[in-house]
């Protein structure tokens, strides 16, 4: 294995959790310079497509949407497995997502278990995530006990 690959690897993790930092941060406006301005983005629940988003704009758009309902968040980034080529890449990352939304006065915790492929471009000699497509594999509801 060659420094240069190393050294891409090294720059496609420190992409993904990049993302959860700035993610759970809720540095959203931060997050979005992760991406390619035609970033595509879609998400699965159960098997079904619950969220399509093409777009930066539209993307920063959602994203604040839905920060703006969770109290805290806390990801855990996992296993990271990539293919790289000259200026692409491919990329397959498991997370685990904690979200705190308070319902009826109450702080309810959900705990999400995430597998995310993506495909990686260079940009300007910068990494960044070009498509993503998150599929949300098990997911928990339940009250938080504090």
């Avoid at 035609?38 to 699965?44: A, F, G, L, R, S």
């Avoid at 293919?83 to 308070?102: L, N, P, V």
């Amino acid at each position: 294995m060659t420094l240069e690959i190393l050294k891409t690897k090294e720059d496609l993790r420190n992409l993904i959790d990049d993302y959860a930092y700035l993610g759970d941060e809720k540095k959203i406006s931060e997050v979005m310079d992760l991406f390619t301005a035609d970033v595509t983005y879609k998400v699965y629940m159960g098997g079904a497509l619950v969220a399509d988003v093409s777009g930066k704009e539209n993307m920063e758009i959602s994203f604040n949407g839905h920060a703006s309902e969770v109290k805290t968040y806390f990801t855990l980034n996992g296993q990271h497995t990539v293919k790289i080529g000259s200026d692409s890449a491919t990329g397959i990352s498991f997370t685990q997502i904690k979200m705190i939304r308070e319902v009826n006065g109450k702080d309810i915790l959900t705990d999400y278990n995430v597998k995310y492929e993506d495909y990686y471009v260079v940009q300007n000699g910068k990494w960044l995530i070009k498509d993503r497509v998150g599929y949300f594999v098990i997911i928990e509801t339940r009250l938080l006990n504090q």
